[in-house]
């Protein structure tokens, strides 16, 4: 019982700064120009540990999660500009069409391993981008009016919603069968765990909340275009995963925050962006390679009294 | 020991490319043995266990595990159905806890859905209880509950072979597959293991099917012996009979047989 | 017979995808990587290409010679900097490496020469010859008989050189190779060396060809490369020509029928069917993980 304590703690510290912030927006204390930077962060973090699901813990190689975005993005939008739906039955559905999609692109690719998983991930992420670009319903290349619906409790309590899920799964036996497939797919088969199985659901699972990422994007813009959902918006979302640490679902949130302040900082200077971020990736590849957290939890730097309660390996 | 046979293999073989690693295969474990598998290096016994377990599909011959066909069942499958194994380069999962490693085995113990685990509903928390509870009986058999929020890789050498054997263990097999399980253990961890899987054997009534080198551990343990070499079947029979087998001596030639 | 001249541009294609192809599918052979930025080489090497035909009025085939030598030492360089250290790095850390550097150089020539693209200069013969009633320009056939040329010679290299024995000892086991006393850090620099002139190469020809090149010319080219090798069967020499050669037949077809703006997709449903149907690749064999 004591775990799900700290639990609600966290829940609870989650919603106070919540509170914090959406009283300072009602306020006018918080302008546009942050109150939307909040809610880019709060997309990203989604998308974060949305993906962190796929490769952090079920080690899946997946290189196209832009493509889920795009299904989630453009299905809320249909939604809600074709069908006057409410905003968040949109959300719903963009969610549980990309978590088909995910279904989709993973029963026949999820039999490939490595190198080979990611780039079929990169291949299908880019025929779902082309599909859109050539379908005249949603806008084609022009791209689809929409409008502004995203708001701050949206963003917050789908990160909020995103991240307990995940969280709660990681931390079951459904989970620990997605790590072990992650750790050594053949021993884990060997222990009775159905590892088709696990990764088709760690990758529905993961372009579920990639879905929900895509409806809180797109209706944070006016217009959506397939050219944002192309090889740089997925290689964005994994780069949040890697610097995060793989395995680390603090350390993917820590990431995306960072990055996606240090981006809306120099939004003016496109190029040198790009420039510090690769820099940062290759440096961070080359030398610390498991990232700014490696597989530790923040959390885990709280408790480290606990572990001496047990035997210690130093002492026999 | 009654006939009551439990895992039997009938003119087994593989084929990698044009290279028939494993033919001719004939085993017949009965309930409760303990049984050695030997041979030397390249003898094709690591590639047996692979396609007792599912790993490999034979490309001929039958695998009848406990009266079902498990030719064609993934290795999930097989491991449901009541065999599991070690490894010979030990296969823990790394980044998991000692206690996880084990739980991980334990997977079919409870059924708590994924729906339920992400809602945190009374059966995940029943579920979990019990996973926990069952893990730690299996790691105090083996002496390893002290370190069970250990990482795996932490662990010394000889204490991950344990692991393995209670993560193998774990599964709920009715046949247990040990490939090398001594490999690289001083004679004391050697002695000290065969007790256990003596201890182990008689409390979950298992069977055992056991890869070895180190012949005195086989010799000593085991109630019959099958002996392959070049992927064929050359001897069977007591640990007697296989000590004064010429043909064993030819293909052990060079190697400590006697000892 | 407009399907002659489809045909025609396809192996035009097809021959441009497979230069670029060899060189992933050498890389690829010898230390496991999907190296992204071999599509950024093959843009370097168009720029090169460029800025010597317009900017010191060489002709083609200096240009081209140039371009070749400016891209097998950037192809070094890359290696040397940021892929020599990732030998014993996990797969996942090498791809995004790749990923990085690949971003890296686009957005430095971005950043030093800014995005808009440039007009190649025409410097082969613009005339046309009817053949089987279709007008084929001399252009695709001097494009494809220098690509042809280069992929003689590269057969040349690896089967009959020393250096060409060394690439296909160390592609086959590394360890092995180093014990045989072959220099494998020059074995593999080599192999981006060779792998980056033929990018460099494909650059300069496609400049030719397409007329416009710009810093993100590599992306698409590259990966639909990548797909090349794949369906070739990565790691094999003769797989990565017949993939280029079959890509480049596909997307004209697709094109020709009136579906141009599905033709990129073409390569990557291609990509799939052969990742999911048989990932060896066509000439590839299937391998198995040891247990």
New interface residues.
């Given amino acids: 019982m004591k775990k799900?304590k700290v639990f609600w703690l966290y829940a609870i510290i989650a919603l106070i700064v919540y509170a914090i912030v959406q009283f300072m927006i009602t306020s006018d204390q918080l302008d546009m120009y942050y109150s939307n930077l909040l809610i880019t962060i709060a997309i990203n973090i989604i998308l974060a540990v949305s993906l962190h699901l796929v490769?952090g813990i079920t080690g899946q190689?997946s290189?196209g999660h832009a493509g889920f975005l795009a299904v989630g993005a453009y299905i809320s939008a249909i939604c809600t500009m074709h069908f006057d739906l409410p905003f968040p039955v949109a959300l719903f559905i963009g969610a549980v069409v990309a978590a088909l999609a995910g279904l989709v692109v993973g029963i026949?690719?999820l039999?490939?391993k490595?190198?080979?998983l990611?780039?079929?991930t990169?291949?299908?992420a880019?025929?779902i981008r082309?599909?859109f670009?050539?379908t005249d319903y949603v806008g084609g290349a022009a791209g689809m009016q929409i409008t502004q619906m995203t708001t701050w409790t949206y963003a917050f309590f789908g990160v909020f919603i995103t991240v307990i899920?995940i969280a709660?799964?990681t931390k079951?036996?459904?989970?620990?069968?997605c790590?072990?497939v992650r750790?050594?797919e053949?021993?884990?088969?060997?222990?009775?765990?159905?590892?088709t199985y696990y990764k088709v659901?760690a990758f529905a699972l993961g372009s579920f909340f990639a879905g929900l990422a895509g409806g809180l994007f797109s209706h944070n813009f006016y217009i959506i275009q397939p050219s944002q959902f192309g090889?740089l918006k997925s290689?964005d979302i994994?780069?949040y995963v890697?610097l995060g640490g793989?395995?680390s679902l603090s350390g993917a949130i820590i990431a995306a925050i960072l990055l996606t302040v240090v981006s809306m900082y120099l939004t003016e200077f496109p190029?040198?962006r790009?420039?510090i971020?690769?820099?940062v990736?290759?440096i961070v590849?080359?030398y610390r390679?498991s990232g700014l957290m490696g597989?530790k939890e923040i959390t885990d730097y709280f408790k480290l009294g606990k572990?001496s309660k047990?035997?210690n390996?130093d002492d026999q | 020991m009654t006939n009551n046979l439990l895992l039997k293999v009938e003119n087994v073989g593989i084929q990698f490319g044009g290279l028939k690693a494993v033919q001719g295969l004939n085993l017949e474990l009965f309930q409760g043995e303990l049984i050695g598998l030997i041979g030397p290096n390249g003898a094709g016994k690591t590639t047996s266990f692979n396609m007792l377990?599912g790993?490999y599909k034979p490309t001929e011959g039958e695998i009848l595990f406990d009266g079902k066909r498990t030719n064609n069942m993934?290795?999930?499958q097989v491991?449901?159905s009541g065999v599991?194994?070690t490894?010979q380069n030990i296969?823990?999962?790394?980044?998991?806890s000692v206690l996880?490693n084990v739980?991980?085995?334990?997977?079919?113990l409870?059924k708590?859905s994924?729906f339920s685990?992400?809602?945190?509903l009374p059966s995940?928390f029943s579920?979990?209880a019990k996973?926990e509870e069952v893990s730690i009986e299996f790691l105090k058999i083996f002496g390893l509950d002290?370190?069970?929020?250990?990482l795996s890789k932490?662990?010394?050498y000889g204490m991950q072979r344990r692991l393995e054997i209670a993560?193998?263990l774990?599964?709920g097999p009715k046949l247990l597959l040990l490939d090398e399980p001594a490999a690289g253990m001083n004679p004391q961890e050697t002695k000290d293991l065969m007790d256990l899987i003596a201890l182990i054997r008689k409390r979950f009534d298992l069977t055992i099917l056991l890869i070895e080198h180190d012949m005195g551990l086989v010799m000593g343990i085991c109630e019959r012996i099958y002996v392959l070499d070049h992927g064929q079947l050359i001897a069977d029979g007591t640990p007697e009979e296989i000590r004064n087998n010429p043909k064993v001596i030819e293909a052990y030639l060079g190697e400590e047989v006697t000892e | 017979m407009e399907w002659v001249q489809q045909l025609v541009n396809g192996i035009s294609l097809g021959s441009i995808y497979a230069l670029i192809a060899l060189g992933y599918t050498m890389v690829y052979g010898i230390i496991?990587l999907?190296n992204f930025a071999h599509g950024d080489v093959f843009m370097i090497g168009a720029f090169i290409g460029f800025y010597a035909i317009s900017g010191w009025g060489l002709g083609f085939f200096p240009a081209l010679l140039l371009a070749m030598v400016v891209c097998a030492i950037f192809g070094v360089l890359i290696e040397r900097i940021?892929y020599k250290?990732?030998r014993n790095?996990?797969?996942?850390?090498?791809?995004?490496?790749a990923?990085?550097?690949?971003?890296?150089i686009?957005?430095?020539v971005?950043?030093f020469r800014g995005a808009q693209p440039e007009a190649y200069p025409d410097v082969l013969s613009k005339s046309t010859f009817n053949f089987l009633g279709a007008q084929i320009s001399a252009q695709s056939i001097m494009i494809l008989s220098v690509s042809l040329s280069l992929m003689i010679i590269l057969q040349f290299i690896v089967h009959k050189t020393k250096i060409g024995k060394a690439m296909r000892a160390v592609s086959h086991d590394v360890e092995a190779a180093r014990l045989m006393g072959i220099n494998v850090d020059n074995t593999i620099s080599a192999t981006f060396a060779i792998g980056s002139a033929l990018a460099g190469a494909a650059g300069v020809i496609f400049g030719v060809y397409y007329t416009k090149i710009d810093p993100l010319m590599g992306?698409i080219p590259g990966?639909k490369a990548?797909?090349a090798a794949?369906l070739g069967g990565i790691g094999i020499i003769p797989g990565a020509m017949a993939g280029g050669m079959v890509l480049g037949v596909v997307e004209s077809i697709v094109s020709a029928l009136g579906f141009s703006?599905?033709r990129?997709?073409a390569a990557?449903?291609i990509?799939?069917l052969i990742?999911?149907f048989r990932?060896s690749g066509i000439f590839g064999k299937n391998t198995r993980?040891k247990?």
């Fill in positions: 799900s490769i190689f290189i026949p690719s039999r490939l490595g190198d080979y990611a780039i079929a990169l291949g299908f880019e025929i082309i599909i670009l050539n899920i709660n799964f079951s036996r459904h989970g620990r069968a790590i072990a750790e050594d053949i021993a884990a088969d060997a222990m009775g765990i159905n590892t659901v090889f290689f994994l780069i890697v793989l395995g190029e040198t790009m420039i971020y690769s820099l990736l290759i590849m080359l390679p597989t572990r047990g035997g390996l | 377990t790993v993934s290795p999930h491991t449901k599991s194994r490894f296969r823990l999962f790394k980044e998991l996880d739980k991980v085995a334990n997977h079919s409870a708590h994924i685990s992400v809602f945190r995940f579920g979990e996973m002290k370190y069970k929020d250990e932490n662990l010394p993560r193998a774990a599964a | 496991k999907i940021a250290r990732l790095a996990t797969r996942i850390a090498a791809l995004i490496t990923i990085g550097v690949s971003l890296l686009e957005y430095s971005i950043y992306v990966v990548f797909v794949v703006l599905w990129d997709a990557f449903v990509l799939i990742l999911i990932p993980e247990v």
